[in-house]
């Protein structure tokens, strides 16, 4: 077969191939492995680079060679774990950098992007080693542009400097003492070579190799994953620094936890990875037993391929919609920034409600928000442009809070899909109601417009009421002045406050005594919404689940909810 030009299509085949290559022979590069360190982890680490950049991008099938390189790039530097794997994944990226744009690629252009981006390698590691996958990456591109000056077929180009690579790797025991003194050559050029010949494999007859999960299996044995089946939410990571703690008691806490549980020991430091839906206890379990240094969370329903829609929905997470029914009804929820002592966590993914009511009723620990910025936005906008032909945005009132202006600025700069911002003027369930009734219209087929519209239209009929236990919160966010907040608290002063018709927050009146709230809210509900009209309610509470039982009852009696 001859290949003169290369295209998306082809490219992500040979890629996805190439990683099932390599990741079949994970155990015999474990086997191999006594440079840097003689751990036996060199395969481990490039089968999970490879298996995780690749099932983040395995579902692109629409975009040009160069997007899609891209893509792979940003993907394994995200994924890459061990001295290999970041090399390997730095090659890719400088190698996306050199493809640029392009839809299609020659066998030149291919070549002299692999040899400029092992020269960009080179230069950005400050102790490049030969005898390891430098060399023999090196080698693989040199060959392949000379032998691209001669021939115009890719597929000649791969055979040719196939053969280099398999050369030079072959050499490396003379160029790094411990591989001659073990009899082995250097396991991350071997798992590049397997890389390759996936990938020639792939070019030359078409197949397509997938990386699934279990060809993954006890990766060493301090390594032990589960077959993910896709029961659990969220990839959850974290290295931690714990004295005295041994692998196999720390997996055996986390196991019931969720599944795809990998833990790796080196001394004191511990790397976790487990798919859960729990993220936020794990990150407890691990911050009791030692000093958590890094820690990362993804979607994994997010990024998995969806039936397309035409308008996905996207909200943060003050709506304080049930995790559940966002995903029910594909919501995507990017979180808020909670802040404890300085440490800055997400919303409902690494810290829960429950630890974030435990820290404000001690008192003892210092608890800010922050918006989430325009990137958190971007990153739900990439997951959601994966399914939807467009995307709304519903967000807490901007007179509230900088996340409609940071959900702007993002969409202003994602240009993939026509996005349309929405300030809900509004917050709570009140954002969640919005959320629900944008999802409902998206179901029923309503394009990107109608829906924004439809929600315009409907926030100006939203009838929001909350009251405080205190006004401590109220004084500190400068809402409230430091001497009325003391005065209302000394004289038992409940507030009852909603929000005016541009989302700012307004007192609609107060009572004296947290009894008399009740009949409060149950009066300004009678006189203000019309009995014989149909409404959505949402009752929300924070650390009050004993209070809201009579205003459900009430909703339900008088306005037949």
């Known amino acids: 077969m001859v290949l003169k030009l290369l295209d998306s299509e082809k490219f992500r085949n040979a890629i996805l191939t190439g990683a099932s290559r390599l990741i079949k022979n994970v155990k015999k590069l474990n086997s191999i492995n006594v440079f840097p360190v003689p751990d036996g982890d060199t ?9 995780e950049a690749t099932r983040r991008i395995k579902d692109y099938t629409r975009l040009g060679i160069g997007a899609f390189a891209r893509r792979l790039a940003d993907a394994l530097v995200l994924e890459a774990k061990g001295n290999s794997g970041v090399i390997f994944s730095q090659f890719l990226l400088e190698f996306a950098d050199r493809i640029g744009d392009k839809a299609r690629m020659s066998s030149i252009e291919f070549a002299r992007a692999m040899r400029e981006a092992i020269d960009a390698t080179y230069n950005a590691l400050e102790d490049p ?15 392949a542009e000379r032998a691209a000056e001669e021939t115009d077929d890719l597929v000649e180009v791969l055979e040719r400097s196939l053969r280099k690579g398999k050369e030079a790797l072959e050499k490396t025991p003379e160029l790094l003492p411990e591989l001659k003194a073990a009899g082995v050559v250097d396991a991350g050029g071997l798992g590049f070579i397997l890389f390759i010949e996936g ?22 044995e301090r390594v032990e994953e589960a077959e993910y089946r896709g029961e659990h939410r969220y990839c959850t990571e974290a290295v931690v620094e714990a004295e005295g703690l041994e692998s196999r008691k720390l997996r055996k806490i986390l196991a019931a936890l969720g599944g795809s549980l990998i833990v790796i020991g080196a001394g004191k430091l511990f790397h976790v990875h487990i798919h ?7 990150f407890e379990i691990l911050r009791e037993r030692g000093r958590v240094l890094k820690e990362k969370v993804d979607d994994l329903f997010a990024m998995s391929k969806l039936e397309e829609a035409e308008v996905g ?15 029910e009804r594909r919501i995507t929820v990017v979180p808020i920034k909670v802040v404890i002592d300085g440490r800055s966590y997400d919303d409902g993914v690494d810290v829960s409600r429950d630890r974030i009511s435990q820290v404000l009723r001690e008192g003892r620990a210092e608890l800010t928000t922050s918006l989430p910025g325009p990137n958190d936005f971007m990153v739900a906008f990439e997951e959601v442009s994966r399914w939807a032909r467009s995307i709304l945005v519903i967000t807490i009132s901007g007179a509230l809070s900088g996340t409609f202006r940071s959900a702007q600025i993002a969409a202003k700069a994602f240009d993939r899909v026509p996005i349309r911002v929405v300030d809900s003027r509004s917050a709570s369930l009140g954002i969640g109601l919005l959320a629900l009734r944008a999802a409902e219209l998206a179901e029923r087929g309503l394009r990107l417009e109608e829906i924004a519209d439809e929600l315009e239209a409907l926030r100006n009929k939203t009838f929001f009421l909350f009251t405080v236990g205190d006004f401590r919160y109220l004084v500190r966010s400068g809402r409230v002045s430091k001497v009325q907040g003391r005065l209302a608290d000394f ?3 409940k507030p009852i406050l909603t929000l005016d018709s541009e989302g700012r927050i307004r007192k609609k009146t107060g009572v004296f005594g947290e009894s008399r709230v009740l009949s409060k809210f149950r009066k300004l509900l009678s006189e203000n919404l019309d009995k014989a009209a149909t409404y959505d309610f949402a009752v929300v509470h924070f650390g009050a689940a004993g209070k809201i039982d009579p205003l459900q009852e009430f909703l339900e009696e008088a306005f037949n909810a």
Do not use: F, Q
Request: charged share 25%.
């Open 199 to 220: 990938m020639l494999d792939s070019l030359k007859s078409g197949i397509l190799e997938l990386p699934y999960d279990e060809e993954v299996e006890a990766l060493s």
């Open 491 to 493: 004289l038992g002063l």
């Open 313 to 327: 929905i996207v909200t943060d997470s003050t709506c304080d919609l049930p995790p559940e029914l966002a995903r």
């Open 129 to 143: 080693r030969e005898g390891t996958i430098l060399t023999v990456i090196r080698e693989v591109a040199l060959e």
């Open 43 to 51: 395969g481990t680490n490039l089968a999970l680079t490879l298996k």
């Open 276 to 282: 859960t839906n729990w993220p936020h206890k794990v």
